[in-house]
Antibody, heavy 120, light 106 residues
Framework: EVQLVESGGGLVQPGRSLKLSCAAS????????MAWVRQAPKKGLEWVATISTSGSRTYYPDSVKGRFTISRDNAKSSLYLQMNSLKSEDTATYYCARHDRVGAWWFAYWGQGTLVTVSS | EIVLTQSPTTMAASPGEKVTLTCRAS?????MHWYQQRSGTSPKLWIY???KLASGVPNRFSGSGSGTSYSLTINSMETEDAATYYC?????????FGSGTKLEIK
C-alpha cells in the first residue's frame, strides 16, 4: 500500500523559513517523480514543485520560484520542501504527492497533508 | 498558463440523479484529470487521461471530452459521492487545477 506521510508544518513568522518532509513507503520511491501541492484554507489546489527521479531536475511555478526548493533522498525514500522568505499567502496545507509515472503530470497518490501557517 | 474553469461552482443532486460536472480550459489540452476531495480529507485521483477510472472508483463515474471542454458524469448519484471535484491539466506546463465543483446530496 502506497503511503505518504508529511511532517514539519507549523506556525512561522513572515520572512522566516520552514522545511517540510515526506516519508514514502509501499512503492519504489526512486522510480517516481514526486511533487508538493498546496491548498490554502477553504481554497483550491495549487501545484508547488516537482522533482525528477534522480533529483537532477526540479520544476516550480512562478509563485514560489526562487523561494522554495524541492529535494529528495532516494536512500531514505524521503521528499523535502525547503521554504524560505515565507509570506502570508503561503499559508496552506501542503500535500506530498506521487506522479503516476515518469512523464505523467498528474498525481496518483497524496499524503494527509501538513498545515503551514505564516503569521506574526 | 492554462486556466481551468469549472461549472457549476456548487450543486446539489438527489440520490439516483444523473450529474454532469464541466471543466473548460483556456487553451486546448490533450487530457484532463479529476480528483475527488471529501470534506476534511486529502484529494484522491479519480479519473485520469480524460476517461480512465482510478483504482477503486465506481463505474457509475465516467469522464469525457477533448480540446477545451471536458466533463465528469455520475450516472446515478449516491450519498458517498458528495465531495468537491477538481479538474487538472498536465499537458501544458505548468500543471494547473480548476477551482472545484462542490457536489452536495439533496
Amino acid at each position: 500500500e502506497v503511503q505518504l506521510v508529511e511532517s514539519g508544518g507549523g506556525l512561522v513568522q513572515p520572512g522566516r523559513s520552514l522545511k517540510l518532509s515526506c516519508a514514502a513507503s509501499g512503492f519504489t520511491f526512486s522510480n517516481y517523480y514526486m511533487a508538493w501541492v498546496r491548498q490554502a484554507p477553504k481554497k483550491g489546489l495549487e501545484w508547488v514543485a516537482t522533482i525528477s527521479t534522480s533529483g537532477s531536475r526540479t520544476y516550480y511555478p512562478d509563485s514560489v520560484k526562487g523561494r522554495f526548493t524541492i529535494s529528495r533522498d532516494n536512500a531514505k525514500s524521503s521528499l523535502y520542501l525547503q521554504m524560505n522568505s515565507l509570506k502570508s499567502e503561503d499559508t496552506a496545507t501542503y500535500y506530498c504527492a506521487r506522479h503516476d509515472r515518469v512523464g505523467a503530470w498528474w498525481f496518483a497518490y497524496w499524503g494527509q497533508g501538513t498545515l503551514v501557517t505564516v503569521s506574526s | 498558463e492554462i486556466v481551468l474553469t469549472q461549472s457549476p461552482t456548487t450543486m446539489a443532486a438527489s440520490p439516483g440523479e444523473k450529474v454532469t460536472l464541466t471543466c473548460r480550459a483556456s487553451s486546448s489540452v490533450s487530457y484532463m484529470h479529476w480528483y475527488q476531495q471529501r470534506s476534511g480529507t486529502s484529494p484522491k485521483l479519480w479519473i485520469y487521461e480524460t476517461s480512465k477510472l482510478a483504482s477503486g472508483v465506481p463505474n457509475r463515474f465516467s469522464g469525457s471530452g477533448s480540446g477545451t471542454s471536458y466533463s465528469l458524469t455520475i450516472n446515478s448519484m449516491e450519498t458517498e459521492d458528495a465531495a468537491t471535484y477538481y479538474c487538472q491539466q498536465g499537458s501544458s506546463y505548468p500543471p494547473t487545477f480548476g477551482s472545484g465543483t462542490k457536489l452536495e446530496i439533496k
